[in-house]
């Protein structure tokens, strides 16, 4: 989407916590077991999400970026990761707490965002 390309690979137990910290653009997540495609997309229109550490509480993407003063003219083309279901990941920004991975997960994949060029862009 706009540019924007998702690398995801099945992380090793024991890597899963340090991948979560190895930078915005990188990511480890849980997914249900049903879940066989994840897409890299812009926000929609009133899209909702729960950002991991509000206790399940849900918020609008647009609030969010608000938040984080993203300028209003990237915001559309900003990329997020979404199942079929909800959205995951806003990506430098925040994962949505039904990916956080915990220690009863049986399988995280870390994800990595990267530019068409191919490189995470600058922190």
């Known amino acids: 989407a706009d540019g924007w390309q998702l690398n995801a690979v099945e992380a090793a137990k024991e ?20 879940v066989e495609e994840l897409t890299v997309r812009g926000r929609r229109p009133g899209e909702r999400f729960q950002p ?5 509480r849900s918020t609008t993407v647009k609030e969010l970026m608000i938040d984080r003063k993203m300028p209003a003219a990237l915001r559309a083309r900003w990329p997020v990761v979404a199942t ?3 959205l995951l990941w806003i990506v430098g920004h925040r994962l949505d707490e039904r990916a956080a991975v915990g220690p009863m997960n049986r399988r995280a994949w ?3 965002c ?10």
């Open 114 to 123: 990267l530019s068409a060029d191919g490189d995470t862009p600058p922190e």
């Open 84 to 86: 079929d279901a909800h």
């Open 15 to 34: 890597g899963r916590e340090g991948s979560r910290r190895a930078g915005a653009w990188t990511v480890s997540v849980s997914l249900p077991p049903d």
């Open 110 to 112: 870390q994800l990595v």
């Open 52 to 56: 991991q550490g509000l206790g399940g």
